[in-house]
């Protein structure tokens, strides 16, 4: 089992190789999900530099999302009763992430329009990372 200082230095490390943010966070986190990492890596692809806009939210704390709900699901595609844990859960991260970070939306961490980075790419991995760490995964520590 990887440490945190690990995957933090795992995702920066993926960053730097060309995954977008909301890769290096979801396939740093593979092990725990149970899904391989080349399917993490194709299902985050679009969400990248804001969903490919930066107009969106930041795609490290899209991949702490994805987690999220890759976590709290129940998967059970005849009686959908899970959203609202997951929802509660997204909202934490995102509720989370916004006072750690600054801000939400890509453009917005990254000064588009403002000259000011409020947060950078590997300090948003880094945030997204102990983020689903402590909320998505932290109850898997006690156990």
Do not use: W
Request: glycine content about 12%; charged content about 25%.
């Amino acid at each position: 089992m990887m440490t945190i200082e690990e995957r933090l230095g795992k995702a920066r490390e993926l960053h730097e190789r060309g995954y977008n943010c909301a890769q290096s966070v979801a396939c740093v986190f593979a092990d725990k999900t149970g899904v391989p990492a080349d399917v993490l890596f194709a299902a985050n692809e679009g969400y990248g530099a804001g969903q490919g806009t930066m107009d969106g939210v930041c795609g490290a704390l899209m991949g702490a999302i994805m987690l999220g709900g890759l976590k709290s699901s129940t998967r059970n595609l005849e009686q959908p009763n899970s959203k609202p844990t997951t929802m509660k859960l997204s909202r934490e991260l995102m509720k989370a992430f916004e006072s750690s970070a600054g801000a939400l939306y890509c453009k917005d961490l990254k000064g588009v329009g403002t000259g000011k980075v409020i947060c950078t790419c590997p300090d948003c991995i880094s945030k997204a990372c102990e983020l689903a760490e402590e909320l998505v995964y932290g109850s898997e520590e006690s156990k």
